[in-house]
């Protein structure tokens, strides 16, 4: 059974509703879009479904390892467990299609996808007030170039170190 829960803490005091199966609200949300994947809530490990190939940064804790799998992302940790946040930096075509997480008492996690990117015609403001190039509005899910296959890069794509 679908029960009616509401995502709080939206940009401008919007309200989201969410469906969520088993009742309940889902405060865990994870972010992705212009290079970047961020999780938000109490996650200590997950797997991200998704379509595409990429070449990834990893920007989480010491401890934490990503394995590749076809369509597949495994984020876990191989010693002790933190609530994550930065998972990683990427460029290529990356569209993730589910997630599944958990805690960091082992329970399953919901997670809400959240897809971020500068869409023209979903801005509130004048074009005097504009911060980003009107070029830049028409964001995909690639980003930068495509790739063949998912690889781990061991320096940063915004020209930081290991």
Known sequence: MFQLGLGLGQPHGAVQQVLVRGGGVIMTKLYYGSGDCTIEGNVSSLVIYYRGAIALYSKLPDGYTIELET??????????????????EYIGEFRVMSVTANNLEGDKESVLIKRVMDYSELLNTNAEDLTVKSENLKVTYIQGRKFRKTVILSKSLKGGKA
């Open 71 to 88: 369509g597949k992302l495994i984020i876990s940790p191989s010693t002790r467990t933190h609530n994550l946040n930065d998972l990683f």
